[in-house]
T-cell receptor, first 115, second 109 residues
């Protein structure tokens, strides 16, 4: 198993554009979470999805949205990009959700740069 | 406010010395706490979780609700322990994961 896979690995956009990031969870995992990690900071929680429904949301503006597909893969969309959106976006999957016995498995992330 | 604080950005210790990485949290509910680790050129991965009361790679962490702390400890540091360590809180009431800013541990030969 390749683990959690994210695409693309790197992306360059300009201000005002829109971006879609993709995540494939580990086979059998039904929960996907998204994080934003700015250089020098810890991961900031954006969303958690389980069984195609949003189960948790962090303090991010409505420009950020996500969805989960029947095969449990997920997309993160960011509209009207700002310079401050430049970051590493991490995806993590777990078998279930909202339970402390469910470790999260992280992908390598997508490095998004806004010019 | 829900918060995780890791006061040290960098901690350097000599091989064989004891290690303590500090983590304090702020949460009014019942906390679920974790330590994640990222070795050089590897993915972020779970090290241990408080509910399991386990020891992984010689590391332990005890939840102290009175002091709202979840410090990570190891009696004898090894060079391979050098990595970035993140403390994380899961808020069961609002289903959010909150990570600290991380502590870089350097174990010197």
């Amino acid at each position: 198993d390749a683990g959690v896979t994210q695409s693309p690995t790197h992306l360059i956009k300009t201000r005002g554009q829109q971006v879609t990031l993709r995540c494939s969870p580990i086979s059998g995992h039904k929960s996907v979470s998204w994080y934003q990690q700015v250089l020098g900071q810890g991961p900031q929680f954006i969303f958690q999805y389980y069984e195609k429904e949003e189960r948790g949301r962090g303090n991010f503006p409505d420009r950020f949205s996500a969805r989960q597909f029947p095969n449990y893969s997920s997309e993160l969309n960011v509209n009207a990009l700002l310079l401050g959106d430049s970051a590493l976006y991490l995806c993590a999957s777990s078998e279930q959700w909202a339970a402390s016995n469910q470790p999260q498995h992280f992908g390598d992330g997508t490095r998004l740069s806004i010019l | 406010a829900q918060r995780v604080t890791q006061p040290e950005k960098l901690l350097s210790v000599f091989k064989g010395a004891p290690v303590e990485l500090k983590c304090n949290y702020s949460y009014s509910g019942s906390p679920e706490l974790f330590w994640y680790v990222q070795y050089s050129r590897q993915r972020l991965q779970l090290l241990l979780r408080h509910i399991s009361r386990e020891s992984i790679k010689g590391f332990t962490a005890d939840l102290n609700k009175g002091e709202t702390s979840f410090h990570l400890k190891k009696p004898f540091a090894q060079e391979e322990d050098s990595a970035m360590y993140y403390c994380a809180l899961f808020t069961s009431g609002t289903y959010k994961y909150i990570f600290g800013t991380g502590t870089r541990l350097k174990v010197l030969a």
